[in-house]
């Protein structure tokens, strides 16, 4: 019981996931300025922001539901924390999981953009609900793409429902990325990352100009900070479980260790410049394109995957 | 100094709000954000709803119309916030003192910690009032 705890308060939960969560937003925010020629924040800028929030007056909106409205921040970061513990524990070696802790993964991932769709309908903002109606059509969107893709992992690694099997068999022949359907497959997660962490160019659920932070609208203080805090963790969780599926998981052995934290840093390096170059699209042509091109492709990749290729 | 002060002054989120300006303050905020001058150098950035903002930036003349908009703004945002009056129309009224919708200047309705004058005012005078204030604070 007590190692279950430190497993999700200390490492490779809360605490762990937080600062490294918190490091992969700075770097982002830093890649970004550097892409526009301008000098960053500093290195402690996370935690500033965090602390600065918490230490805030909270706001609660009168009308609505209050207690929803309260709670929706809290299980956003729950659904954040253990979804870390679940993909870093195989991906760290420190326990294997348990047979078909994929498909529990999967669910776990959607539950911080619930909440925040929770959170965003219990205030009784307008705008708020807007932002809200987005990101539930952003979910059907990139879901489908999503789970086509894991469909064309699971095949290519021998019908292997755990991730520690997953890992295992790329450690054994090859990673994934090397072959043409993995290749297919690994630009669609990325397309389905930046709709999940709500990034440019897929981030009209929070569009700043035109529905003023759109589901985030009416947080404040502690519960923005909590939102922020699950933020930084999914920055580092989906990335991670990138790296688990398609480029063999991590190795702490010696100078392989440098190599694994670089895959991750790779993969966010990956996700800024697609948010960097790219404008913000509207919902109708963000679900044309997940559920047309990316479809298309993920299957393609399925066929591929049957194919032996 | 303690570390809840040092948080804040490092990262200051800013609201802006047009209480009936002529636009070219604003034009002139949105500067602070370019390549040039960067103020996300400092941790401050433009955010897009009051509730998240630490700073209360108001352009233009209080007119009578945004009277009480701008009360009720305020009344929005998450205490403590630092309301800092850019230009000469938030500082004094300027040409639009004799105005029948002039229902200013700003400190008449809500409390300004700061002000900048200026017709615009230049970036860099911004910059420089801010970090005027918080070197005070």
């Given at each position: 019981?007590?190692?279950?705890?430190?497993?999700f308060?200390i490492?490779?939960?809360l605490?762990?996931?937080?600062i490294?969560?918190g490091?992969l937003?700075?770097?982002d925010?830093?890649?970004?300025?550097r892409?526009?020629?301008?000098?960053?924040?500093?290195l402690?800028?996370p935690?500033?922001?965090?602390?600065?929030?918490?230490t805030?007056?909270?706001?609660?909106?009168?009308?609505?539901s209050?207690?929803?409205?309260?709670?929706?921040?809290?299980?956003?970061l729950?659904?954040a924390?253990?979804?870390?513990?679940?993909v870093?524990?195989?991906?760290f070696?420190i326990?294997?999981?348990?047979?078909?802790?994929?498909?529990?993964?999967i669910?776990?991932?959607?539950?911080?953009?619930?909440s925040?769709?929770?959170?965003?309908?219990?205030?009784?903002?307008?705008?708020a609900?807007v932002g809200?109606?987005?990101?539930?059509?952003?979910?059907?969107s990139y879901e489908?793409?999503f789970?086509l893709?894991?469909?064309?992992?699971i095949?290519?690694?021998?019908?292997?429902?755990?991730?520690?099997?997953?890992?295992?068999?790329?450690t054994?022949?090859?990673?994934?990325?090397g072959s043409?359907?993995?290749?297919?497959?690994?630009i669609v997660?990325?397309?389905?990352i930046?709709?999940?962490?709500?990034?440019?160019?897929f981030?009209?659920?929070e569009?700043?100009?035109?529905?003023?932070?759109?589901?985030?609208i009416?947080f404040?203080?502690?519960?923005?900070?909590l939102?922020t805090?699950?933020?930084?963790?999914?920055?580092?969780v989906?990335p991670?479980l990138?790296v688990a599926?398609?480029?063999?998981g991590?190795?702490?052995e010696?100078?392989?260790?440098?190599?694994s934290?670089?895959?991750v840093?790779?993969v966010?390096?990956?996700?800024t410049?697609?948010r960097?170059?790219?404008?913000?699209?509207?919902?109708?042509?963000?679900?044309?394109?997940?559920?047309i091109?990316?479809?298309?492709?993920a299957v393609?990749?399925?066929?591929?995957?049957?194919?032996?290729? | 100094m303690?570390?809840?002060?040092?948080?804040f002054?490092?990262?200051?989120?800013?609201?802006?709000m047009?209480?009936?300006?002529?636009n070219n303050?604003?034009i002139?905020?949105?500067?602070?954000?370019t390549?040039k001058?960067d103020i996300?150098?400092f941790?401050?950035k433009?955010?897009?709803?009051i509730?998240?903002?630490?700073?209360?930036?108001?352009?233009?003349?209080?007119?009578r119309?945004?009277?009480?908009?701008?009360?009720?703004?305020?009344d929005?945002?998450?205490?403590p916030?630092?309301?800092?009056?850019?230009?000469a129309?938030?500082?004094?009224?300027?040409?639009?003192?004799d105005?029948y919708?002039?229902?200013?200047?700003?400190d008449?309705?809500i409390?300004?910690?700061?002000?900048?004058?200026?017709?615009?005012?230049?970036?860099?005078?911004?910059?420089?009032g801010?970090?005027?204030f918080l070197?005070?604070?």
């Amino acid at each position: 019981m007590g190692k279950e705890i430190f497993y999700f308060l200390i490492f490779p939960g809360l605490l762990f996931s937080g600062i490294v969560g918190g490091f992969l937003s700075w770097f982002d925010r830093k890649i970004t300025a550097r892409v526009q020629f301008r000098q960053g924040p500093p290195l402690l800028q996370p935690l500033y922001d965090f602390i600065k929030l918490l230490t805030k007056e909270t706001l609660i909106p009168k009308r609505g539901s209050q207690l929803t409205f309260l709670i929706a921040p809290i299980l956003a970061l729950f659904g954040a924390v253990i979804s870390s513990v679940f993909v870093l524990l195989p991906l760290f070696g420190i326990k294997t999981g348990f047979l078909g802790d994929l498909i529990v993964i999967i669910y776990l991932l959607n539950i911080p953009s619930l909440s925040y769709m929770i959170g965003a309908l219990a205030s009784g903002n307008p705008l708020a609900a807007v932002g809200a109606s987005r990101e539930m059509k952003l979910i059907l969107s990139y879901e489908v793409p999503f789970l086509l893709v894991l469909i064309s992992i699971i095949i290519k690694s021998e019908m292997s429902i755990k991730l520690s099997e997953i890992i295992a068999f790329q450690t054994a022949n090859g990673a994934f990325i090397g072959s043409i359907s993995g290749v297919i497959g690994f630009i669609v997660v990325l397309m389905c990352i930046q709709a999940k962490l709500g990034l440019v160019p897929f981030d009209m659920a929070e569009g700043e100009g035109e529905i003023c932070d759109g589901i985030t609208i009416e947080f404040s203080g502690t519960t923005y900070a909590l939102v922020t805090l699950a933020k930084y963790i999914m920055l580092f969780v989906l990335p991670a479980l990138v790296v688990a599926l398609f480029f063999a998981g991590m190795n702490f052995e010696g100078i392989n260790i440098l190599w694994s934290i670089l895959k991750v840093v790779l993969v966010v390096l990956l996700v800024t410049l697609v948010r960097n170059t790219n404008p913000r699209v509207r919902i109708d042509q963000a679900m044309r394109f997940f559920w047309i091109w990316m479809n298309l492709l993920a299957v393609v990749s399925i066929i591929l995957a049957i194919l032996g290729l | 100094m303690g570390f809840k002060e040092k948080c804040f002054k490092k990262s200051l989120w800013v609201f802006h709000m047009s209480a009936g300006s002529c636009n070219n303050c604003d034009i002139e905020i949105l500067d602070c954000l370019t390549p040039k001058f960067d103020i996300e150098r400092f941790g401050m950035k433009l955010v897009g709803s009051i509730r998240h903002a630490d700073v209360l930036l108001v352009t233009g003349i209080v007119t009578r119309k945004l009277l009480p908009r701008i009360k009720e703004v305020y009344d929005q945002a998450p205490k403590p916030i630092v309301v800092i009056a850019i230009g000469a129309c938030a500082c004094t009224g300027g040409m639009f003192k004799d105005s029948y919708t002039f229902k200013g200047p700003l400190d008449t309705v809500i409390p300004v910690d700061a002000y900048v004058p200026g017709c615009p005012p230049k970036p860099e005078a911004m910059l420089a009032g801010v970090v005027k204030f918080l070197n005070k604070k």
